[in-house]
């Protein structure tokens, strides 16, 4: 476990960080009878990587070697990369030994798929079946599905993960088609609607018998990666809202299409990874699931690709000023969640106080809505201030987008010397 | 002015204000004896512990809001922040005194105080599940130290005892000098007098640790530097998550700070 080990984590982890769910919530599996671990139900971060993203799990890849030659893939088979596997215990002492030091609430395990889906897949849940037996661990398993394997092997996994993930990746059939050929959305749809039924099911089982196994009990989460095709925000999104109404799935992760593979003409020559335009999916993707938007509200065939100066919510009041000002002390929860400035929690709060008493722009700036957005759009118990319908939505924008460039601006380092008066 | 001496426990800050709301005297001023500067203008109050007025209090407390709102009241108090004791005060006498329950009345400032100290001491106390780092010595025992800027290890408490149900740990809280240690069957509240663990540093000697834990703490180095994007380097994120204070405690952190570490390609920026 020396020097071989060090080498063969920093490839097989270096393999999979492309993909980018992280999150170890979702499950509240306890501890018992004095094993090791728990699992938190709300998941905690143990460290961040100087990109920004959390590390929370062990993410590894059984193998990088892989059958499929997939164009977006950094491991695809046609490039000349160093490979090399994991052995089952390998992969079982590290998970174990950084949970011991609280480096980490589990472990996440992709693979390459070598010689067909089952034996990929049959080898994966043997890692988690060791774990969750032998060592008895209770701690975080995400383990990724791989596209083609039998059900049975899929049930087998779902019995001892928490979460189980199949990447669609490219977001309509025809694109995915032209990147990975080997690849289609029946393979991929498939395991995901007999796990999102064995889920089902299995909530059934447990509702009648307390003791009956959890089978994933935090569900199914998927990624997009975006920028690697034409596909518009709208057809991801579309795609994304199917995901989250009819698999049931908890999360959709969208990643920036890091440029790999540039020889590969298929792909698009982009200097950087489009992350502005990642981060308005993920807005986006916030306004569907907790603001009560449809994604017909935020893209639709006339506005098919979201704004990148503006976040989707004001993109969306811009678009719609005539249900703006609403009323602060008398508009509905649903309402409020539309204005500009005020959050989820900020909405609570202005729902709950407003029994108590009536309420001013001092109360709302103390309980953290931004007023220099909401302001446009709302109306207090005061004298009236111009509103987005009495200055145009044009204006609106402008004064907003300003605003973050006078913050620039200030902080920008100075150019100039100052002059002394004296020699 | 009204000037309110107690023994600093929580015990006696009830007693306190159990003290104040019954005679009508108003304090200006709560201060632990420790704390405690002379003042020849102040009328001094010297507070003796009652547990029996305290329990009283806080079912009051209970009964008028929730049990939700005492654990909030609680963790305020172990922020240790300067004149906790007299916000802490101003909103038990508002809870009481009203006749509806208001610890959703967001319009009133004590209740905004209480929440947004409640939040500071959580995230703090969440931190600790974050960013504790065990070692492991020569007797099995995992060790680690932190030093948080509010009291909150013993809320951390009951989460390592769940999780960590099959090692013996130690966890010390630098700042304060006490810590707990987990035997495995209970947890007992201890302090630390070996000098082969730094305070400063949180780290303990090589003399003491395990003949792996060096081995690990690589591995985990080259885990963290192998999973970083440099396409999406983003360092005041970064720090905004990460602040600089956690680094001693992070052996990732070490990586950027020695630049040496056996078995390992140190890629720096």
């Known amino acids: 476990?020396?020097?071989?080990?060090?080498?063969?984590?920093?490839?097989?982890?270096?393999?999979?960080?492309?993909?980018?769910?992280?999150?170890?919530?979702?499950?509240?599996?306890?501890?018992?009878?004095?094993?090791?671990?728990?699992?938190?139900?709300?998941?905690?971060?143990?460290?961040?990587?100087?990109?920004?993203?959390?590390?929370?799990?062990?993410?590894?890849?059984?193998?990088?070697?892989?059958?499929?030659?997939?164009?977006?893939?950094?491991?695809?088979?046609?490039?000349?990369?160093?490979?090399?596997?994991?052995?089952?215990?390998?992969?079982?002492?590290?998970?174990?030994?950084?949970?011991?030091?609280?480096?980490?609430?589990?472990?996440?395990?992709?693979?390459?798929?070598?010689?067909?889906p089952d034996y990929t897949m049959e080898r994966m849940v043997q890692v988690a079946k060791d774990l969750r037996i032998k060592h008895n661990y209770h701690g975080y398993i995400h383990l990724k599905s791989i596209p083609g394997a039998s059900d049975e092997l899929q049930q087998k996994a779902g019995l001892y993960a928490d979460r189980l993930s199949v990447n669609i990746e490219i977001a309509t059939e025809p694109n995915l088609k032209m990147l990975a050929p080997d690849k289609n959305f029946m393979s991929i749809m498939n395991p995901m609607t007999t796990i999102k039924n064995k889920i089902i099911e299995n909530k059934e089982d447990r509702r009648k018998f307390r003791s009956a196994p959890r089978f994933s009990p935090a569900g199914q989460s998927t990624q997009l990666i975006v920028g690697a095709t034409p596909d518009s925000d709208k057809q991801i999104l579309s795609l994304a809202g199917n995901l989250y109404t009819n698999q049931n799935l908890k999360r959709v992760y969208y990643s920036g299409f890091i440029p790999v593979n540039s020889y590969d003409k298929r792909l698009p020559a982009l200097a950087e990874p489009p992350l502005r335009r990642e981060n308005r999916l993920y807005q986006a993707d916030w306004l569907f699931r907790f603001y009560h938007f449809s994604i017909d509200e935020i893209v639709n065939d006339n506005h098919p690709d979201l704004d990148l100066e503006i976040d989707p919510k004001l993109s969306y009041a811009l678009r719609n000023p005539w249900l703006f000002p609403v009323d602060i002390n008398k508009a509905s929860y649903e309402t409020l969640l539309r204005v500009p400035g005020i959050g989820v929690k900020s909405a609570k709060l202005i729902v709950v106080s407003r029994q108590y008493n009536k309420l001013t722009t001092e109360n709302l700036k103390k309980i953290g809505v931004v007023l220099k957005r909401a302001k446009y759009f709302i109306t207090c118990n005061e004298l009236k201030m111009p509103t987005v319908n009495e200055i145009s939505p044009e204006y609106v924008r402008k004064a907003l987008l300003s605003d973050t460039v006078q913050v620039k601006k200030k902080n920008a380092p100075k150019l100039y010397k100052q002059l002394s008066l004296f020699p | 002015m009204n000037l309110f001496i107690?023994?600093?426990?929580?015990?006696?800050?009830?007693?306190?204000?159990?003290?104040?709301?019954?005679?009508?005297?108003?304090?200006?001023?709560?201060?632990?004896?420790?704390?405690?500067?002379?003042?020849?203008?102040?009328?001094?109050?010297?507070?003796?512990?009652?547990?029996?007025?305290?329990?009283?209090?806080?079912?009051?407390?209970?009964?008028?809001?929730?049990?939700?709102?005492?654990?909030?009241?609680?963790?305020?108090?172990?922020?240790?922040?300067?004149?906790?004791?007299?916000?802490?005060?101003?909103?038990?006498?508002?809870?009481?005194?009203?006749?509806?329950?208001?610890?959703?009345?967001?319009?009133?400032?004590?209740?905004?105080?209480?929440?947004?100290?409640?939040?500071?001491?959580?995230?703090?106390?969440?931190r600790i599940l974050m960013f504790v780092r065990f070692q492991k010595t020569v007797d099995d025992i995992f060790y680690a130290s932190h030093d948080p800027q509010y009291n909150v290890l013993p809320l951390a408490v009951k989460h390592f005892k769940n999780r960590f149900a099959d090692q013996k740990w130690v966890i010390f809280d630098t700042r304060r000098r006490f810590g707990y240690y987990y035997d495995l069957n209970d947890v007992r509240e201890i302090t630390i007098s070996n000098k082969k663990i730094s305070f400063e540093t949180g780290k303990i000697d090589k003399e003491i640790m395990h003949v792996s834990e060096k081995l690990f703490q690589n591995l985990w180095q080259n885990y963290y530097n192998a999973i970083n994007i440099k396409e999406r380097k983003n360092l005041k994120v970064h720090m905004q998550f990460l602040p600089k204070r956690f680094w001693k405690y992070l052996p990732e952190k070490d990586l950027i700070k020695n630049g040496q570490i056996e078995n390992s390609i140190v890629t720096v920026g």
Request: charge should be neutral; charged fraction near 25%; hydrophobic fraction near 35%.
């Open chain 1, 1 to 116: 476990m020396l020097t071989e080990t060090i080498n063969k984590l920093k490839i097989l982890a270096g393999a999979a960080k492309y993909d980018v769910s992280c999150a170890s919530s979702g499950s509240n599996r306890p501890n018992t009878g004095k094993g090791l671990g728990n699992a938190a139900p709300w998941g905690i971060c143990h460290s961040f990587t100087e990109d920004g993203r959390c590390v929370s799990l062990l993410k590894l890849m059984l193998t990088n070697y892989c059958i499929y030659d997939c164009a977006y893939c950094a491991n695809r088979k046609s490039n000349d990369i160093r490979r090399t596997t994991f052995t089952v215990s390998e992969v079982v002492e590290l998970t174990i030994e950084f949970y011991r030091r609280n480096y980490i609430e589990g472990l996440f395990l992709s693979s390459g798929v070598i010689v067909n």
């Open chain 2, 6 to 126: 107690y023994d600093q426990s929580f015990e006696g800050l009830l007693s306190s204000i159990h003290d104040a709301l019954e005679t009508g005297i108003v304090p200006d001023k709560i201060v632990s004896t420790r704390l405690y500067q002379d003042d020849l203008f102040a009328t001094k109050f010297d507070i003796a512990t009652d547990l029996e007025k305290s329990e009283k209090l806080w079912n009051m407390v209970r009964t008028k809001s929730s049990k939700q709102n005492c654990e909030r009241i609680y963790t305020a108090f172990l922020s240790e922040l300067p004149e906790i004791e007299l916000v802490i005060y101003n909103y038990i006498k508002l809870i009481i005194n009203m006749p509806y329950n208001t610890e959703a009345d967001f319009s009133n400032d004590y209740v905004i105080k209480i929440n947004a100290i409640y939040r500071k001491v959580s995230r703090e106390a969440q």
